[in-house]
């Protein structure tokens, strides 16, 4: 089937950048859109963003103005690009593919977690 493999998290101090990777390999028929979740200890599943196969974007309230996502077709990976990062940005994102709009066949990452001291 499709794996999906994560990387570039790591600890950030307040106002620092980091740029996530996902790279799909696998099975992979066709790709409507690659995304990203992010998940706290205790607290609800969050989603961040998204980037279609035509190139559409969109972002939570909470990142929007801070992160950019973008994608290499050939490579089949997406990247969040992080910047101005913030403590409550502390959290293991995982990436997402979406093989379909209505999100019938999805396929998760293994997380990266992303740590912004206090």
Known sequence: QVQLVESGGGLVQPGGSLRLS???????SRIYAMGWYRQTPGKQREWVARITSSNFT?????????????????????FLQMNSLKPEDTAVYYCYLDGYLDGSLRYWGQGTQVTVPS
């Open 22 to 28: 996902c790279a799909a390999s696998g099975s992979i």
């Open 58 to 78: 969109n972002y939570s309230n909470s990142v929007q103005g801070r992160c950019t996502i973008s994608r290499d077709n050939a490579k089949n990976t997406v």
